[in-house]
């Protein structure tokens, strides 16, 4: 799906759902190929928590405190991170066999971050620019649903 059309499903699913999270995870996996796990962490406090997600398995990292991984470091940037070979990246936390790459982008509201989308990719580094806008935008346009 081209990323424009996909932003627009996003505006009318935020409009129609009564589960908005749970509906912009399940739509985000099953609308593009190379997103093979997608989930929605949520800030407490040190950690993140596993909010929403869609995927062929869990995960066993249901919390990860702030720092920790790649999803620990964005949180703690506030920037996008993006691993094109997770298996050469230290902060690395392994969830499943077959993820090559991941994006990481947080969610802000008032300039903090307050959670983060996590996408996990079964094809080498397959997040682009586009993906990071993208999801950038996603994460704007989620932030009042966290
Ligand atoms: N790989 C992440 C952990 C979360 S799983 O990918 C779902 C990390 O390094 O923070």
């Known amino acids: ?17 009564s589960n ?8 985000l996996c099953d609308s593009f190929e190379h997103y093979s796990w997608v ?11 596993l909010g929403p997600w869609k995927g062929p398995h869990a995960t066993e990292h249901t919390k990860i405190p702030i720092g920790h991984g790649v999803c620990g ?9 993006v691993v094109d070979d997770v298996h050469s990246d230290d902060r690395y936390l392994a969830c499943f066999v077959t993820t090559k790459s991941e994006i990481v982008v947080p969610i802000k ?14 094809k080498p580094a397959a997040f682009t620019q586009d993906d990071s806008m993208f999801l950038e935008k996603v994460a704007e346009l989620i932030s009042p649903y966290v």
Do not use: H, P
Request: zero cysteines.
């Open 1 to 17: 799906m081209d990323y424009k059309k996909a932003e627009n499903k996003i505006k009318e699913i935020i409009q129609d759902s």
């Open 20 to 27: 908005v999270l749970q509906d912009i995870v399940d739509f």
């Open 39 to 49: 989930g929605i962490y949520i800030v407490e406090g040190n950690n993140l928590i």
């Open 73 to 81: 470091s964005a949180a703690e940037s506030g920037r996008t991170e």
């Open 109 to 122: 509201k008032d300039g903090k971050t307050i959670g983060k989308i996590d996408i996990d990719s079964d």
